[in-house]
């Protein structure tokens, strides 16, 4: 399906460095969502993001709701290693439909302690 | 809440023989499933949507005969690999949607090997 455009693709950072990732689409989405994927499970949902403009923080996590509701971003502070992972942008487009959700491509997080 | 079961976590069997994947909703109904497949460091790959009381719905590409979605309850849609090959070794994920609002929640994952 539909795939969301999100960069970078992988990223090595130090621990306690910050870690900005983001998703860009040609389409509107009306949901953002950003899950993380450790090795050998399915994803968990870190954040929701329901209006256009909202950011919205869990944790050390920051992610928002871009204005044009095309793109989004997540913020992680102070990196440590049980950050690692893959971390999933997801949209969904109006909210009605049974398969309406799009992924990106995911970003891989390598931590260095 | 809204928990989605998945199992097993792991399987490996003999190239010829199905395998059966199970997705269960623990404390929610779901009407409609899904189902992914992931290749090592790549995103998720969906291949059916999974419709409790119908048939399911294939993505492009997806061998229907293969790859066998059943519905059965509001609780539970199982993946049967039919005639497994090594090429059919993956990570194999369910989710199922809570609300229009709350996103998609993803089972644990089955990690399959064929032999």
């Known amino acids: 399906g539909q795939q969301l455009n999100q960069s970078p693709q992988s990223m090595f950072i130090q621990e306690g460095e910050d870690v900005s990732m983001n998703c860009t689409s040609s389409?509107?989405?009306?949901?953002w969502l950003w899950y993380k994927q450790e090795p050998g499970e399915g994803p968990v949902l870190l954040i929701a993001?329901?209006?256009?403009?909202e950011l919205t923080s869990n944790g050390r996590l920051t992610a928002q709701f871009g204005i044009t509701r095309k793109d989004s971003f997540l913020n992680i502070s102070a990196s440590i290693p049980s950050d690692v992972g893959i971390y999933f942008c997801?949209?969904?487009?109006?909210?009605?439909?049974?398969?309406?959700?799009?992924f990106g491509a995911g970003t891989r997080l390598t931590v260095k302690p | 809440g809204a928990v989605v079961s998945q199992h097993p976590s792991r399987v490996i069997c003999k190239s010829g023989t199905s395998v059966k994947i199970e997705c269960r909703s623990l404390d929610f109904q779901a009407t409609t499933m899904f189902w992914y497949r992931q290749f090592p460091k790549q995103s998720l790959m969906l291949m059916a949507t999974s419709n409790e009381g119908s048939k399911a719905t294939y993505e492009q590409g997806v061998e229907k005969d293969k790859f066998l979605i059943n519905h059965a309850s509001l609780t539970l849609s199982t993946l049967t690999v039919t005639s497994a090959h090594p090429e059919d070794s993956s990570f194999y994920i369910c989710?199922?949607?809570?609300?229009?609002?709350?996103?998609?929640?993803f089972g644990s994952g089955t990690r399959l090997t064929v032999v």
């Open positions: 997801a949209g969904q487009l109006r909210g009605f439909e049974n398969n309406d959700m799009r």
């Open positions: 993001l329901y209006k256009a403009g």
């Open positions: 989710s199922a949607r809570v609300s229009i609002y709350y996103g998609y929640t």
């Open positions: 389409s509107i989405f009306n949901t």
